[in-house]
Structure formats: structure tokens, C-alpha cells
């Protein structure tokens, strides 16, 4: 209700506050809104406080109550730490409580205390009331911190700081000076200067003989079910939990509505059904399943030009609620509401907010996906419904839903309109036998909730859409840069697929970008990343001070792996840390996904074995012959984005005119 209270009222753009935090010794709650206009701070206070005394008052409605006490418990029951051992995760909870004096084990163990907190509730106890008023209504302890924008703080903060140098410069003596300069070259020739080999074999470490060399197989069936879709099902113990999936086709979405995907994946849970509110909606999620999501899934397809594309409905459930799991799925795809005009308002500025908060936080996340979309489709889907250009799209639609929301209500069902569809549709189930016997019986009673065939039928023309191939400057107001640099190593340099790309680029990243562009450049990170399925490789930096400087580091990659020298301890490391991430920690959940990803992109598990030989077998050769492709990524063919500010874009351009064309974001 209080969530609902600040988003219904109009003073800000999105909520901020995350509510409880426990890990600290003294425990917080916060809520608030961004973009609030100055004079309407207090509002937010009063309605914040307004909200919390009459929720003492009034309490929760027992659905609200019912749906929480599930979600909480369904989470602690699942335990899902995602790709975080559970281990590590049982020691960090137990540890928050343990640092500060208290019980290390009442974290862990919740089962007792929700029980008693389930059975004072069916008592019929004022369980909620008395906790808001003495924990925040009546608690002293509370600030309310109004943070104001000043575009001119960032050249008022450099400018302080020159100041305070120069002065201090100006009272050193010449030989003080030289030392400064002596025990800089001193710091550099230290962060240059690789770990002696006694120091190295301190780190305990495996050896190749400890990996398997076999991959691990999920276990997956696959069956046809009428009308043209297909079930994947993978058996793993879940302890009676299901997880589905349903994925329908995207590639026949007319191009021009692909920008509004993400708002209509978000309207399917957030506007209501048919038969009932919002609210409503949410409560039964709570109270029938642990969560259920809808968002657009894309990615590039080796040795194809169209992208892989599905909207997927994810959701997760006991085994004996498997019924209402998929009757939710089919509420929200059948029968959801698009018309709630100032709920899509809400959203379309909540979206424009964590955007344009994002950019500056994580520009190397943009500047990726610029570089992305000017090379294959797959990424200009991508930018569309997730970068720079869908931020300027979500600019246009804020007006656009003031002037036209007949219009863009009548976009939202076309969509909808084009995506229904059993032919083409699938079907992924994950769950150990019981849940996946209590399931079999419900997943026809969804694809009937479907047509057999979209009524507004495809729309007769694949997507054709990249960016211009151009070098970039991002501009918003930033201290750091984001420096990105890319080329398609199969279309540039005729690369073709083998394992030994993987500990390639994961050595890169650990050696020669963490010494040139973290150590010495002072980033928080340097990076690179390939992209398999496209054939991207990208290089990338996080909140660096530098630009040009990182650029000379990315090429210099090249002459690096010319000249490099890995004796067999060395390379043994590179191998096992990328079968590292090849055997990555997965939960039942993220197993059976993966396998589902795999088919969607047509890896097969011949391949994968393939590929893991590739690694295991990288020699020295590799490394040096790796280097010629790479080379294309410091030719012609590749292209810069950064995100930066004025002053360092217009720098870059007095150095190397014409190196990139600005285009200011905020």
C-alpha cells in the first residue's frame, strides 16, 4: 500500500529506498521518491508518514497478509541463492548477526519463528500495528535527506582540487619535486612488475587432471503437444518445486513496435485482468506462486542473420499449485488489462528515471550495446529495447501517451495481437518427477488460452535494422568515462569458433587490462568480453579517468599476446580459471533455463564437448595465432563508444579531430 501510495501520487518519478535493511547493527528502513520537484519534499514526507499511521490503524487486507507470508516463505524455503553457493550464503547470513554480538544461528534457522509468527497471526493478533508505530512512527531516529542536482558541481569539485595541487606544488623545493616524480616512476615500475613465481605458487591452486573432461548434461525431453508448440521438460530434484517457462515467438513483431516490448511485458503484470485489479493480480501471484515475470528474450544465432527472439512468461510454484501457476500465466497473456492509462504513465517515468540513473552508473553497459547494434541485428534489437535508443524512445513516448494514448493503448494490443499463438510456442519445465507429473495435466489448459494462430498474422518482413558504424561520445554530466571498443571477429577477420577463445579472453582480462587499464589507469575495471553467438569482442572499462590512454591499452592487447611467454603453470591457471566459468555453480533452476537456452540457440551438447576439448587442449600456439584476429579490433573495422562528459569528448577531438561525433544525453 505505501508502494502503491507514492507511485499513485504524482510527486516523483520512481521509488527509491529499499525498504528493511538488517546488515547493519542498527537495522533501517527507507522509502522515498526521485525526481521530486523542490517545493513538494515535504509532501512526500507527510504522505510517507500519512500512509504509515493509517496502515497502524487500518492494518493489511488478509489476501495482502496471505500473499507476503507466502512469498517469504516460499523464498526461504527455495533458498535460490542464484549462482551464489548456498554454503557461502548460509555463512554470510549467519555472519551478519554474528559481528555484531548477536545469535549466529537465528538467521538460519527462520522455521520456528515463522511458525510462531503464522500462528499469532491466525489468532487473530494486531501483529502489524503496534511494529509501525514503534519502530517507525514513533522512533526518533529518522532523517529525511533531500539530494538537489548541480551541473556545475563536478567542474566546481576538479576545480577545488587543481587549486589545493597547485598549492601544494608551490611550496615543494625543486629536489622535493623530483622525489615526487622518482617515487611515481618507482609506484608504476612496481604495478608493472609481475608477481615473482614463489610468491605465485603460494596460492594454493588444481591441476588439469582434477577437471573433468566430460561436460555435465542436463537430462531433457522433448515432445510435440497440439497445435504446433513443443515441451521440454529436464527431471532434477527441485524438492517439489516447479519452474516453467513459456516462450512465444517474436520475429513476427512488426519492427516499429519492437521499442514498446518492455512496457507491454510490464503492463501484463502491472495493470491487472479482466476480472481483477492490479492489486488483486499481484496478491494471487503472492499467494499461489513464489513469482512469476514476462520480459523479451533475445540473442544472436551462430551462422544466421535473424536473431533468436521469444517473449517469455517465467514463473515458479510448488508442485501441487502448478494448476494455478499456469492459469496465472494464462490470465496475464490472454487476458490482461492495457488500457490503465495512468499506470503506463508511471511506468513510462519510472522507466525514463533508472535510465537516465543508469547511464551514468553503468555507461559501460550502453556504450556495449551501441557498439552491439551497429553490427548485427540481435543487437539493434537489444538497443532498442534497452539502450540509448530506448531511452530517447521512452522520451517521446511520455509525450506521446499525453497526446495519443488511443494510439499507443491500440500499439499495446497489436503486439498482443501478433504474439498470441500456439504454433511455434514452448514450453519449459523444470522439477524432480512429482512436480512435473502434477504439471503435465495443466500445461494444455494454458496453450488453450492461446489462438491457434496470431490473429494479426506475421508481419511479412524480417527485421533489417543496425546502427550506423561510427565512433561515439556519450555525453552526460560524469567524472569517469565508460571507454568501449569493438569489432565482429567473424566478419572482420574471418575468425572461426574454438574453445581456446574463451581462455583468451578470460587471460586478457586478468592479466594485461587489469595491469594496463586498472592497476595503472586507475578504472575500477578493465575487460573484455566475446560474444560466440555474434562474434563480438569488445573491450571495456568501468568509472576510468582515462580515454585515449585506455584505447592505446585495447590495442596494445595485440602485441601482448604476440610476445607473450606462458610457461606450463601459467597456462594450466588460464585454462582451469575459464573452466571456471564453464562449470559455474547452478541451482536446478538455472540448470533447467540453461538447457532451454541452448536449444533456443541450437548448442548442442556435441559442441559443448567440442568446445571444452578446445579449452582443456590450449596451447601457447593459440594465444600467438588469437593475436592476427584480434588485430582487426585495432583496425578499420572497429569502432569506439565512450560515455563521458563535454569537456573530455571535446578534448579527444583537439588530439585526434574528427575521431567521433558527441551526442549529448543529458
Known amino acids: 500500500p505505501l508502494r502503491k501510495a507514492l507511485n499513485d501520487s504524482g510527486l516523483g518519478a520512481a521509488l527509491v529506498g529499499g525498504g528493511i535493511d538488517d546488515e547493519l547493527k542498527q537495522p533501517i528502513f527507507s522509502v522515498g521518491l526521485k525526481g521530486v520537484e523542490p517545493s513538494n519534499t515535504a509532501a512526500v514526507e507527510k504522505l510517507v508518514l500519512d500512509k504509515l499511521a493509517e496502515l497502524a490503524d487500518t492494518g493489511f487486507t488478509s489476501g495482502a497478509i496471505e500473499a507476503a507470508v507466502n512469498t517469504i516463505e516460499f523464498s526461504l524455503r527455495e533458498n535460490n541463492t542464484g549462482s551464489f553457493p548456498r554454503g557461502l550464503s548460509l555463512m554470510l547470513r549467519a555472519l551478519g548477526a554474528w559481528i555484531y554480538g548477536r545469535d549466529p544461528y537465528t538467521p538460519i534457522q527462520w522455521e520456528d519463528a515463522l511458525n510462531h509468527f503464522k500462528a499469532k497471526l491466525d489468532g487473530g493478533a494486531d501483529v502489524f500495528g503496534p511494529l509501525i508505530r514503534r519502530f517507525l512512527l514513533d522512533n526518533s531516529h529518522r532523517v529525511s535527506v ?16 587543481r587549486a589545493k595541487l597547485d598549492g601544494i606544488r608551490a611550496q615543494l623545493s625543486e629536489q622535493e619535486l623530483q622525489q615526487v616524480v622518482a617515487e611515481t616512476a618507482a609506484l608504476k615500475e612496481c604495478q608493472e612488475t609481475p608477481d615473482p613465481p614463489e610468491a605465485l605458487t ?16 542436463v537430462p531433457t525431453a522433448t515432445s510435440s503437444l497440439p497445435g504446433g508448440a513443443t515441451l521440454l521438460t529436464h527431471e532434477l530434484f527441485t524438492n517439489d518445486v516447479l519452474y516453467a ?4 515467438d517474436l520475429t513476427g513483431l512488426p519492427a516499429g513496435l519492437l521499442p514498446l516490448l518492455p512496457l507491454f511485458c510490464r503492463s501484463l503484470t502491472q495493470m491487472g485482468t479482466q476480472n481483477e485489479s492490479f492489486i488483486e493480480l499481484t496478491e494471487r501471484i503472492g499467494r499461489k506462486t513464489g513469482g512469476v515475470s514476462v520480459y523479451p528474450f533475445s540473442s544472436a544465432k551462430r551462422g544466421q542473420e535473424q536473431p533468436v527472439a521469444y517473449l517469455m512468461v517465467r514463473g515458479k510454484a510448488m508442485g501441487h499449485n502448478s494448476g494455478d501457476l499456469f492459469q496465472l500465466m494464462g490470465d496475464i497473456l490472454a487476458s490482461a488489462r492495457l488500457d490503465d492509462r495512468a499506470r503506463f504513465t508511471q511506468m513510462v517515468a519510472e522507466t525514463k528515471a533508472n535510465m537516465e540513473a ?15 547494434a551497429q553490427r548485427s541485428i540481435a543487437g539493434w534489437m537489444g538497443e532498442a529495447t534497452g539502450g540509448l535508443s530506448y ?17 499507443v493503448q491500440a500499439d499495446l494490443e497489436s503486439i498482443r495481437k501478433h504474439l498470441l499463438q500456439r504454433k511455434g510456442a514452448l514450453v519449459n519445465l523444470t522439477g524432480d518427477d512429482r512436480a512435473l507429473a502434477a504439471a503435465a495435466a495443466h500445461v494444455d489448459e494454458l496453450l488453450t488460452r492461446l489462438p491457434e494462430t496470431a490473429a494479426a498474422g ?14 561515439e561520445a556519450l555525453v552526460v554530466p560524469t567524472q569517469v568515462n565508460y571507454v568501449g571498443k569493438a569489432a565482429n571477429l567473424y566478419a572482420d577477420a574471418g575468425y572461426k569458433l574454438s574453445g581456446s577463445a574463451y581462455v583468451i579472453e578470460k587471460h586478457l582480462g586478468t592479466s594485461w587490462l587489469w595491469d594496463k587499464v586498472r592497476v595503472v589507469g586507475g578504472a575500477y575495471g578493465g575487460f573484455c568480453s566475446f560474444d560466440s553467438h555474434s562474434g563480438m569482442f569488445t573491450f571495456l572499462s568501468y568509472r576510468d579517468p582515462n580515454l585515449l590512454d585506455t584505447l592505446e591499452a585495447y590495442d596494445g ?23 571456471g566459468d564453464l562449470d559455474a555453480y547452478q541451482l536446478p533452476d538455472a540448470k533447467g533455463y540453461t538447457a532451454f537456452s541452448r536449444y533456443l540457440l541450437g548448442v548442442t551438447d556435441e559442441e559443448r564437448q567440442e568446445r571444452r576439448d578446445q579449452v582443456l587442449g590450449t596451447t601457447q600456439k593459440d594465444f600467438r595465432e588469437f593475436a592476427e ?9 572497429a569502432r569506439v563508444v565512450a560515455v563521458t562528459n563535454a569537456d573530455k569528448a571535446a578534448q579527444v577531438l583537439q588530439e585526434r579531430p574528427g575521431f567521433w561525433e558527441l551526442r549529448k544525453v543529458l
Open 146 to 161: 533531500v539530494m538537489l542536482p548541480d551541473s556545475s558541481l563536478a567542474a566546481k569539485t576538479e576545480g577545488s582540487e
Open 202 to 217: 603460494c596460492i594454493p591452486s588444481l591441476h588439469l587432471s582434477d577437471i573433468p573432461k566430460a561436460i555435465s548434461k
Open 245 to 248: 517457462e513459456a516462450a512465444l
Open 358 to 372: 543508469g547511464i551514468i552508473g553503468s555507461g559501460h553497459r550502453y556504450a556495449a550495446s551501441r557498439l552491439s
Open 391 to 407: 531511452l530517447e524512445f521512452i522520451r517521446g513516448l511520455a509525450k506521446r501517451v499525453e497526446e495519443d494514448w488511443e494510439g
Open 458 to 471: 506475421p508481419s511479412g518482413e524480417a527485421w533489417a535494422g543496425v546502427l550506423p558504424r561510427l565512433n
Open 557 to 579: 592487447s595485440v602485441d601482448f599476446l604476440r610476445s607473450l611467454e606462458l610457461d606450463q603453470d601459467a597456462l594450466t591457471k588460464a585454462i582451469i580459471g575459464t573452466m
Open 629 to 637: 584476429v584480434l588485430d582487426c579490433v585495432r583496425g578499420d573495422a
